[in-house]
């Protein structure tokens, strides 16, 4: 069964059991579906409520549908990877090749989630000028989620690499999740400070826009 067809407590329930997957790959996809399905309800209300930048709104909605279910398949896809690791690693011994293969798939779909997380917080910055302002704090809170997911993705990169002997490898992923992290991370900095100043402003004036 895949992960977007389990309900929320089943699949928190399975990240807090002893086994090893889903994990934090997987969770980060998670993390990022959510945040992206937070953006894809801020941009579909408000091209809703202000039809001249609809157009640009119903592309942001589109693009962000496409990325929730990304960030979905991602999360089974990743489970799956570790899942490999574990039945290669139970081999009496794996083969070095069959080990290295496994450990680098194992890297390579968190920096896919990193490349998800990194396109939706362009996104979040795209509506961040456009968007209805009683949606400010959702906008604001998938930002966060985007964020959680690509530094979650970034670390589960980085857990793998001590183990790739292919070095080559190893240091092009290691920069690869540092720019993508560091880039999502003043993305959703960015839109962060945007919300928190737009809904100061509004409580200090009463509750005006």
């Known amino acids: 069964m895949k992960f977007a067809d389990h309900t929320l407590d089943r699949f928190s329930r ?3 059991s002893e086994h090893p997957t ?4 997987s969770s980060a996809a998670v993390s990022g579906a959510l945040g992206i399905s937070l953006l894809g309800m801020v941009s579909s209300i408000s091209g809703k409520k202000y039809p001249a930048r609809k157009p640009d709104m119903e592309r942001i909605s589109a693009d962000s549908e496409a990325l929730r279910r990304r960030f979905l398949a991602l999360a089974d896809e990743d489970s799956a990877a570790y899942g490999r690791i574990m039945k290669t690693f139970s081999l009496s011994p794996p ?17 896919a989630i990193l490349g998800a997380a990194l396109e939706g917080l362009s996104l979040a910055k795209a509506l961040a000028a456009g968007y209805y ?9 998938a930002a966060q989620l985007l964020r959680s997911a690509a530094l979650g993705a ?24 540092r720019a993508m992290a560091e880039q999502a991370a003043q993305f959703a900095e960015e839109v962060y400070r945007a919300v928190r100043e737009r809904l100061s402003a509004k409580a200090g004036a009463g509750g005006q826009d």
């Open 14 to 16: 399975l990240v807090a």
């Open 22 to 25: 889903p994990g934090g790959g």
């Open 95 to 111: 083969s070095a090749e069959e080990s290295q293969n496994a450990l680098k798939a194992a890297s390579e779909l968190p920096l």
């Open 133 to 141: 302002a009683p949606t400010a704090s959702d906008a604001g809170l």
């Open 154 to 177: 970034e670390l589960t990169v980085l857990i793998n690499l001590p183990h790739i002997t292919d070095r080559a490898f190893t240091a092009r992923c290691k920069e690869e999740s």
